[in-house]
């Protein structure tokens, strides 16, 4: 069974870039069909799928934040890795990494426990 862990800092100060990674056991990040995908969920609000990168290394991003995004891969750790760039406080949330076939879902099949990012000075 496939299990997802989130590791990074869980404060970042204003206009710094947040960098999470995210550890695949279980399973290979190169295993056709899926997409690996970041969500977030700021406090009192539902979550928000922010992007995903595919079994090729084509990466997808939700158009509000495509600016400040990027997504990447490192198929020799089986992890892949998030980058937003320019945080503001309105970035901070649990963020989760994700596996599912659908793309752009916020209710994937197999996702890790989360990790608080706070970004303040």
């Known amino acids: 069974q496939v299990q997802l862990q989130e590791s990074g800092p869980g404060l970042v100060k204003p206009s710094q870039t947040l960098s999470l990674t995210c550890t695949v056991s279980?399973?290979?990040?190169?295993?056709?069909?899926?997409?690996w995908s970041w969500i977030r969920q700021p406090p009192g609000k539902g979550k928000e799928w922010m992007g995903a990168?595919?079994?090729?290394?084509?990466?997808y991003y939700r158009p509000s934040l495509k600016s400040r995004t990027s997504i990447s891969r490192d198929t020799s750790k089986n992890q892949f890795t998030l980058q937003l760039r320019s945080v503001t406080p309105e970035d901070t949330a649990v963020y989760y990494c994700?596996?599912?076939?659908?793309?752009?879902?916020?209710?994937?099949?197999?996702w890790g426990q989360g990790t608080q990012v706070t970004v303040s000075s």
């Open positions: 279980g399973g290979s990040i190169t295993t056709n069909y899926y997409y």
């Open positions: 994700a596996r599912d076939v659908v793309l752009g879902t916020t209710t994937p099949t197999a």
């Open positions: 990168i595919d079994v090729s290394g084509s990466t």
